[in-house]
């Protein structure tokens, strides 16, 4: 008698599933936590002024919860801040997929989850979220259809971008009338210091903060700062920097510390809360950021700014800036221009001479109007998130 081998185990079926999201959106914990940064705006704007119902599955929790101490590590399903937030493992449990579905930053969704897609009719929206690049290519390639090989499903591409012709920047309605509000008010000042653990710096004190990779040129900005001709206050949330600084000052650093040396008032602060450290954008001068998710925000404080893209092999990330700097820079004046140019490239490559900081330093009156301007041009296109929605429904 012939035997039958038995039925491949189905997933789980999910006790605790709710009604059908609108939206599920997937994302995958990379290492520098801009992925779910970037993640995690997005879901609480759709909820918060869209009113849409959002699934988010985040393949890490313990990181996530850095970012969102409301997170609970342990807890497979949460609601935070009107969210389904839900722990994405090898387990993937049976759900029925919602009506748009985002794959954010190529994670490759279950293939169990895409088969439970197939079989829906009509079958969800697939989207997948790129990257941020001002390179010319985006315009090209924003949007386009990527047939699935084996079921029928096509999946959009959606690239964010700089023009109109792109995906747009990810920003909340209200983001810079909260910007004026808090920069208007000492109050809401003062309780950032008090939250960060540090009294507001003195007045003639020029305020940066610094957010970035391994570099190391980190050292040489920190001596340059120590030498500057006007007193510099380094606000620095924990990061990987932590180890170049701490070489710099010749001790052990943690969050709640500080250092004084030369024109230097080093200061570092915990890692902060998405709000929080869109606050400290705002209040600095100038400020260094990484990545994508600190990059935007930092365009959306009106404020100069240094921008160390993410580390790419063969020096894809060269590319990326200097597209980037072509469209920033494209109005400044030529010497300005030139010094913002000379400043990133070499933060970018990782070697700062004295020099380029003073020259940086010059020409900050200069880039602050620039930066006002830039926010007030960005601020005419749709956002992110109103174009993903628009483009999901005149699919659906």
């Known amino acids: 008698m012939l035997s039958r081998s038995p039925a491949p185990a189905l997933p789980p079926v999910d006790p605790l599933a709710t009604s059908r999201p609108d939206w599920d959106v997937f994302c995958k914990v990379i290492d520098n936590l801009g992925d779910i940064g970037v993640c995690w705006r997005l879901a609480r704007q759709m909820t918060g002024e869209h009113a849409l119902r959002v699934r988010l599955w985040v393949d890490n929790l313990t990181s996530f919860h850095l970012l969102c101490p409301e997170v609970n590590p ?14 994405w493992d090898g387990d993937f449990p ?11 930053f190529a994670c490759r969704i279950p293939e169990s989850f895409v088969e439970a897609m197939a079989k829906q009719s009509p079958p969800p929206v697939w989207l997948n979220l790129d990257y941020l690049s001002a390179e010319d290519w985006v ?17 959009y591409f959606f690239f964010p971008g700089f023009r109109h012709d792109t995906g747009g ?18 109050d809401r000042q003062l309780a950032l210091w008090n939250d960060v653990g540090f009294p507001p710096p003195t007045g003639d004190a020029l305020l940066v903060s610094l957010f970035a990779y391994e570099n190391p040129a980190i050292g040489d900005l920190l001596s340059a700062w120590e030498a500057s001709e006007t007193p510099v206050c380094c606000a620095a949330p924990l990061s990987s920097t932590l180890p170049a600084m701490a070489a710099y000052a010749g001790q052990a650093l943690t969050a709640g510390q500080s250092l004084r040396r030369g024109a230097l008032e080093l200061r570092i602060l915990p890692f902060l809360q998405q709000d929080r450290y869109d606050q400290l954008l705002w209040l600095c001068r100038l400020n260094f950021v990484r990545g994508e998710d600190s990059f935007v925000r930092a365009q959306w404080a009106a404020r100069p700014l240094v921008w160390q893209a993410y580390p790419q092999e063969d020096a894809t990330h060269l590319r990326k800036l200097d597209a980037f700097l ?19 490239q070499a933060w970018n490559k990782g070697s700062l001479a004295v020099t380029h900081w003073r020259d940086l330093a010059a020409s900050l009156d200069s880039l602050d109007e620039h930066a006002h301007r830039w926010d007030a041009g960005l ?18």
Do not use: M
């Open 326 to 344: 072509t469209l920033y820079g494209a109005s400044l004046p030529n010497t300005t221009g030139a010094v913002l140019r000379d400043f990133w």
């Open 94 to 104: 049976r759900v029925d997929p919602a009506r748009v579905v985002l794959e954010t």
């Open 139 to 155: 315009a090209g390639w924003h949007a386009l259809p990527s047939p699935y090989p084996q079921l029928p499903l096509i999946k």
């Open 379 to 396: 601020a005419e296109q749709d956002d992110l998130c109103t174009r993903l929605i628009r483009f999901s429904r005149s699919k659906l």
């Open 74 to 87: 342990a807890l497979s399903i949460q609601h935070r801040q009107g969210i389904e937030v839900r722990r």
């Open 169 to 186: 920047l990810l920003r909340e309605g209200e983001l810079r009338t909260r910007r004026q509000n808090f920069l208007a008010s000492a």
